[in-house]
T-cell receptor, first 113, second 111 residues
Framework: ETGVTQTPRHLVMGMTNKKSLKCEQH?????MYWYKQSAKKPLELMFV???????ENNSVPSRFSPECPNSSHLFLHLHTLQPEDSALYLC????????????FGPGTRLTVL | QKEVEQNSGPLSVPEGAIASLNCTYS??????FFWYRQYSGKSPELIMS????GDKEDGRFTAQLNKASQYVSLLIRDSQPSDSATYLC???????????FGGGTRVLVKP
């Protein structure tokens, strides 16, 4: 596979469930990002990892927990979410956090019931 | 004040015409500017980047940057129905070196 992949592509979960989103990039990049895209709102940056180290947490609630075991993989662990967390969650990568050009994965469409 | 502003549209253009999209930004220290295209239900796809004042052309797309006026625009020449999408403007803010996105402009190209 090439580029940035995300699984699952669609996820429906209850407020008491625990689930994880996975992102993998095959571009040899060192920075990875999680974004949230809600209806009628701009893309919101959630987390940034550079060389496996978290460099930014954009005031994200603790019910979202990121994990970056290596430069190619990024996870977003979800627990006790709220219906307003329903959105498209996008992963992106770039050469490093100082590189401008980011490449996006296809996203995970999350619905919280 | 929003950091990156775009008219949400929809911008309706006839096939073959020029679509003109505008974006303004608040951080005067921004150095890098991007246009992404996002089809409905899909992820953003980078189509243009621009770093210097003036015009940059790539195929049917032209990006224009004016740092003094803090705006960046995108022209789509000979618009095709396949250009119908939401176009996102993104600005790399000087502080924190992070991309900030506008809300996007929805473009509809009618045959």
């Amino acid at each position: 596979e090439t580029g940035v992949t995300q699984t699952p592509r669609h996820l429906v979960m209850g407020m008491t469930n625990k689930k994880s989103l996975k992102c993998e990039q095959h571009l040899g990049h060192n920075a990875m990002y999680w974004y949230k895209q809600s209806a009628k709102k701009p893309l919101e940056l959630m987390f940034v990892y550079n060389f496996k180290e978290q460099t930014e947490n954009n005031s994200v609630p603790s019910r979202f927990s990121p994990e970056c075991p290596n430069s190619s993989h990024l996870f977003l662990h979800l627990h006790t979410l709220q219906p307003e967390d329903s959105a498209l969650y996008l992963c992106a990568s770039s050469q490093d956090r100082f590189a401008d050009t980011q490449y996006f994965g296809p996203g995970t469409r999350l619905t919280v019931l | 004040q929003k950091e990156v502003e775009q008219n949400s549209g929809p911008l309706s253009v006839p096939e073959g015409a020029i679509a003109s999209l505008n974006c303004t930004y608040s951080d005067r220290g921004s150095q890098s500017f991007f246009w992404y295209r996002q089809y409905s239900g899909k992820s953003p796809e980078l189509i243009m980047s621009i770093y210097s004042n003036g015009d940059k052309e790539d195929g049917r797309f032209t990006a224009q940057l004016n740092k003094a006026s803090q705006y960046v625009s995108l022209l789509i020449r000979d618009s095709q129905p396949s250009d119908s999408a939401t176009y996102l403007c993104a600005v790399n803010q000087a502080a924190g070196n992070k991309l900030t996105f506008g809300g996007g402009t929805r473009v509809l190209v009618k045959p």
